[in-house]
């Protein structure tokens, strides 16, 4: 049976590799983000590398009224859907200090957009009885840090949404996997300056379609963060409070 | 465009540049860089000297670039991004039947950087070298993107293959993939007893794929003694090669020392019956045989090593020999030597290929290493051969102008596209390959 996944925030670097690796196992993609110009380019990538079909389509997770193009092309195929959100994004801490106005932005793109638009999707997976839904949270969703909260909280938000989501779903034989990614080398992170256990796109991509496989809830990718923030989560907030981590 | 501060290397990790680098992860980002103050275009850094270095400049590392934007199945025709890694696309279509035309010993190296270089295969030959494969490149060209081709500018189409990056940014190229039989490789390998035996078999050999390994420990009567591979694609199923293991470390210095690297081998060269054998390799094994064992560079120590690699005219294989002997009796060279016959074919004014036999031996860098290497050089350009720039990190600048004739031409060009120099490199300064003498 045909499978395809859309994938949300298609031009992230994450996504372009698991979109290969998809197209590469046989599946058809849409993707779906803000540059068509890039998106047409993967999509050429992805017929070239053994996608059936490889279709393009603008959406910004900041206007809900641009879903309804994507939510159609997913309609129209047969067979298994499936969905992957990378939207995200994280302005510095500092600048949103100083200027507020980026919380809700931040929100819309890590949180709010995403979950609208899966919110919209739901149906159909139901109706089909079938496919996965990955969402990318972040380990910064797990406790609020000094460098990065609001990022932290709008990433936090989506994974208590991803959670009830799969308790939905799960009744009609829909996945859903929140996959917590540390820090990985990507446009997100270039320039920042040493990174703990910065990891490879590539590899993300392979836990990511592990997990997918085997139906895990949650993946911490790599591996590592999984004690790590395990440790770090279970620190009383007394002492939290006064780290710098 | 974020930029970020950092200290990096080539392969043989000698030569070290500090300077910003910038990784464009969408294909306009790269016009906007050089539209506000272009860089030269970097790739997996898999040359060893200083070809892919800018010491206290900027580079753009294109590696991010890297998607097939158009396939056709039925010619093998590709378009693909200058970041694409070789190895990648052996892997992607491999299994359907279709082989990049020419694969340097790692496939690690992106388009862009087997352009800059001309590289050349097992091939060489009877295919030639890449850039000779290609049609036509996408080149980011002060006024644009320009998509440059034999036909529409022939001077700055072979001022760029094996130009090393000096015309700016290669965006995406064009070239026909190989029709194959399949993604395995049927090789036979011969053990060869000395150097007198290694040359006719190299002369006599037909078949598609060749290279020698040879011991440059051995001496005396065993002096050349090494290994003939020959191959041919084929269908069938064997084993996935195995996942690639890494070298966490610098390791200590006494790894490779001389009696280590003398016993390693001769039993690499006896694994082979003397009768020799034919066996049947996943496509990987036979190609980039180095690539299973990630950053094997660092087996050098911290220090680093260099690769010397020539290439003299056939008429001077005595040359060659000579240089075979000095190296042996020195002591110094590693496991890895690379002895080859090489066809005329080259793509560009600045291409390393000619007729002839091509030597490739890797030595730790030490002071006795680069007093061995100059030796080399010097008779590598007597014997009127040439130096490949993508390993130098060594050579002399005089000796550089003496053995690539068409330098002048390929210059013209760079003055032409680049007056202000912005696409230098720590290789072009250091044998001032921007001055016409
Ligand atoms: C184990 C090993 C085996 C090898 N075997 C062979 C072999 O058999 N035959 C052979 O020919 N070579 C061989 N090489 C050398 C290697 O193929 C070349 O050095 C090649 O250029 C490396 O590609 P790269 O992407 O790493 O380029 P880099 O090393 O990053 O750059 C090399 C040059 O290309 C330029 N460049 C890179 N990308 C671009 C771009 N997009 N636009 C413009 N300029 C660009 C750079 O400016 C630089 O001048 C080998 C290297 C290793 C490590
Ligand atoms: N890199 C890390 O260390 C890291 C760690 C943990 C989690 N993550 C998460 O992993 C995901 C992928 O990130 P990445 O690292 O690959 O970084 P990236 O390349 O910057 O990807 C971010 C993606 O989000 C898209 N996006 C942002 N706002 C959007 C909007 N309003 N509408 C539509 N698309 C929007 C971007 O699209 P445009 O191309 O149009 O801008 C881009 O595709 C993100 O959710 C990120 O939070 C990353």
New binding site residues.
């Given amino acids: 049976m045909s499978e395809t996944w859309i994938i949300l925030g298609a031009t992230s670097t994450i996504a372009r590799v698991f979109a290969r690796k998809v197209s590469e196992s046989g599946k058809s993609v849409i993707l779906a983000g803000r540059d068509l110009d890039e998106l047409e380019r993967s999509a050429a990538d992805c017929k070239s590398r053994g996608a059936p079909d490889a279709k393009t389509v603008a959406i910004d997770a900041r206007n809900i009224e641009s879903f309804e193009a994507g939510l159609a092309l997913a309609r129209a195929t047969s067979g298994t859907v499936n969905a992957a959100v990378f939207v995200g994004s994280m302005p510095p801490q500092e600048e949103i200090d100083e200027n507020p106005d980026l919380i809700e932005g931040t929100i819309a793109d890590s949180f709010t957009g995403p979950a609208q638009f899966l919110t919209m999707l739901a149906p159909l997976l139901e109706d089909r009885g079938s496919g996965t839904i990955v969402g990318v949270g972040s380990v910064a969703g797990d406790r609020g840090r000094l460098g990065n909260y609001v990022y932290g909280a709008a990433k936090s938000g989506f994974h208590t949404y991803l959670s009830g989501l799969r308790n939905r779903l799960g009744r009609s034989g829909v996945h859903v996997v929140t996959v917590k990614p540390g820090t990985v080398d990507t446009a997100m992170t270039w320039g920042m300056d040493a990174l703990p256990f910065l990891a490879q796109p590539e590899k993300v991509a392979d836990d990511i379609l592990r997990a997918v496989s085997k139906r895990r809830n949650t993946l911490y990718t790599p591996m590592i963060w999984w004690p790590v923030m395990t440790i770090i989560k279970s620190i009383p907030e007394a002492i939290f409070k006064k780290l710098k981590i | 465009m974020r930029w970020k501060d950092s200290t990096y290397t080539?392969?043989g990790r000698f030569h070290q540049a500090t300077g910003s680098l910038a990784r464009p992860e969408r294909a306009d980002h790269v016009q906007q860089i050089t539209a506000d103050d272009p860089a030269?275009?970097?790739?997996?850094?898999?040359?060893?000297g200083d070809?892919?270095l800018n010491h206290q400049g900027r580079?753009i590392d294109?590696?991010r670039l890297d998607r097939v934007l158009e396939f056709d199945a039925e010619t093998g025709m590709i378009h693909v991004e200058?970041?694409a890694?070789i190895g990648d696309l052996l892997h992607s279509f491999a299994p359907r039947g279709w082989l990049p035309p020419v694969m340097?010993?790692?496939g690690?190296?992106?388009?862009?950087?087997?352009?800059?270089?001309?590289?050349?295969?097992?091939n060489h030959h009877g295919t030639g070298?890449?850039g000779q494969h290609v049609t036509e490149f996408t080149l980011m060209t002060p006024k644009g993107p320009k998509v440059i081709s034999p036909d529409t500018d022939e001077a700055l189409f072979k001022a760029?293959v094996g130009g090393?990056?000096?015309?700016?940014?290669?965006?995406s190229a064009r070239f026909p993939l190989l029709k194959a039989k399949g993604d395995v490789m049927v090789v036979t390998e011969r053990r060869v007893d000395n150097w007198a035996d290694f040359i006719p078999l190299l002369d006599n050999s037909d078949a598609t794929y060749s290279v020698g390994w040879i011991d440059a420990t051995a001496r005396g009567r065993s002096l050349g003694r090494g290994i003939l591979e020959e191959a041919e694609t084929g269908g069938g199923l064997v084993k996935a090669a195995r996942r690639a293991k890494k070298i966490p470390f610098n390791t200590p210095g006494f790894a490779l020392s001389p009696a280590i690297v003398r016993m390693f081998n001769a039993s690499y060269w006896r694994r082979v019956p003397h009768s020799g054998r034919t066996s049947v390799k996943p496509i990987d094994d036979f190609f980039f045989p180095?690539?299973k064992i990630h950053d094997w560079?660092k087996l050098y120590g911290k220090r680093g090593f260099h690769q010397f690699q020539c290439v003299v005219p056939l008429e001077a294989v005595d040359a060659l020999r000579t240089m075979l002997v000095n190296i042996a009796n020195s002591g110094l060279a590693s496991p890895l030597a690379?002895l080859k016959r090489m066809g005329p074919g080259r793509g560009g004014y600045m291409s390393?290929p000619m007729e002839g036999y091509t030597l490739a031996v890797d030595f730790r860098a030490n002071r006795h290493a680069e007093k061995l290497v100059a030796e080399l050089e010097s008779m590598t350009c007597d014997a009127k051969g040439r130096i490949?720039l993508?390993?130098d990190g060594l050579a002399a600048s005089t000796h550089i102008r003496a053995m690539y004739p068409e330098h002048a031409s390929w210059l013209e060009q760079i003055k032409k596209i680049d007056p202000e120099g912005s696409?230098s490199?720590d290789?072009i300064r250091r044998l001032n390959l921007r001055d016409a003498t």
């Fill in positions: 080539g392969w030269p275009a970097i790739g997996m850094r898999r040359s060893y070809a892919c580079a294109m590696t200058a970041g890694q340097p010993g790692t690690f190296a992106t388009i862009g950087g087997g352009i800059a270089m001309d590289v050349h295969g097992k070298s890449f760029t090393l990056g000096q015309t700016g940014p290669i965006l180095l690539d560079n690379v390393f490949y993508a390993k696409y490199t290789l």
